[in-house]
């Protein structure tokens, strides 16, 4: 798999008895199909785990949702202490460009979920926002923020 522009981790693989290879997902508690899309998730999981503090079992991967009564799935959503959802997070795998279409598409996705932050990452370049809903503006910020700043 290509060098991300996060730090490495400490990542099981499994390969199947078709040659498919897997990685493990600590947040579903299983082995998922190694996709480049899979490899950014696992390691944009554990970034936020283990540099931003994001407490491991707040964070859902492959978050189910009904979007104009189709069912689509998010790919990784935090929640807050309550349990309400706080970041929503959009993968595309290395060699995909982050574009406008990215951006409409996890904004559609937020349309359900309403939640303050919204981040996208194809592993190489990462982008954060902060909605601010009161005054109907989206900033970009510099850095993913650390959890406690949320």
């Not at 859902?60 to 959802?85: F, K």
């Not at 194809?122 to 503006?137: M, P, V």
């Amino acid at each position: 798999m290509i060098e991300l522009n996060l730090p490495t981790f400490d990542y099981r693989l499994k390969r199947k008895a078709d040659g498919n290879i897997t990685i493990w997902d600590a947040t579903r508690s299983r082995y998922v199909m190694l996709t480049p899309e899979e490899w950014v998730r696992q390691h944009f999981v554990a970034f936020l785990v283990a540099h931003r503090d994001y407490p491991a079992g707040r964070i859902g991967n492959e978050i189910s949702l009904s979007l104009n009564g189709r069912p689509r799935r998010c790919d990784t959503l935090v929640y807050d202490a309550q349990g309400a959802p706080l970041v929503l997070v959009e993968y595309k795998a290395p060699h995909i460009s982050i574009t406008q279409e990215t951006f409409d598409q996890i904004v559609r996705y937020n349309m359900i979920f309403c939640v303050p932050y919204i981040i996208v990452s194809n592993g190489l370049s990462h982008y954060c926002c902060r909605i601010d809903y009161d005054n109907r503006t989206c900033v970009f910020l510099s850095q993913i923020p650390k959890y406690d700043e949320l």
